[in-house]
């Protein structure tokens, strides 16, 4: 049985950073700062973004080790972050919170998926959970200029969830 300094390397410390910045993310979404919980959901998306192109490039040897740590913090980040922030926001009703739920539910669901069947070269299967880390964010700093009622992030996330779990294919990028 290796220790975690045997498994862990470079790419894994960026994933970590990801989740580090997905429950910061959280934590200020708890705490009313809708601002900096937005901007670190965006910074989730940057570390989870560098820390698979560093594994490409350094053809990692702990892939299994990886793809496991990837999925936690994704979700961390992209699944229960949105879901607080949208809860702090102000989605408490009962409908609301059964959305939340859904939506957390169709990101470990589309992560499991992923880790079982994996993706083809070009293409994921259902929608990558890290969009929810440029979504919920965008929607968010739009409203705070334009006319926005809160409940119209209710149907946001129920799409979301839903093109998480379709089977339609998309395009990597």
């Given at each position: 049985m290796r220790n975690f300094r045997q498994l862990l390397e470079l790419p894994d410390y960026i994933t970590l950073l990801s989740a580090a910045s997905g429950m910061f993310s959280i934590i200020c979404s708890m705490a009313g700062n809708y601002t900096v919980a937005a901007w670190l959901m965006i910074v989730s998306?940057?570390?989870?973004?560098a820390d698979g192109h560093i594994a490409r490039l350094i053809d990692r040897r702990e892939k299994d080790f990886g793809r496991e740590i990837d999925s936690l913090s994704d979700c961390l980040a992209f699944g229960v972050a949105p879901a607080v922030f949208g809860y702090a926001l102000g989605l408490k009703d009962g409908f609301s919170i059964l959305v939340l739920?859904?939506?957390?539910?169709?990101?470990?669901?589309?992560l499991a998926r992923n880790n079982v069947q994996g993706t083809d070269k070009d293409h994921y299967q259902g929608m990558?959970?890290?969009?929810?880390?440029?979504?919920f964010p965008s929607i968010y700093f739009i409203r705070l200029n334009l006319p926005f009622h809160l409940g119209q992030f209710v149907p946001?996330?129920?799409?979301t969830g839903l093109l998480m779990l379709s089977s339609i294919k998309w395009k990597k990028i």
């Open positions: 998306v940057v570390f989870d973004r739920i859904f939506f957390v539910s169709a990101a470990i669901l589309r990558n959970v890290a969009y929810n880390g440029i979504i946001v996330y129920l799409l």
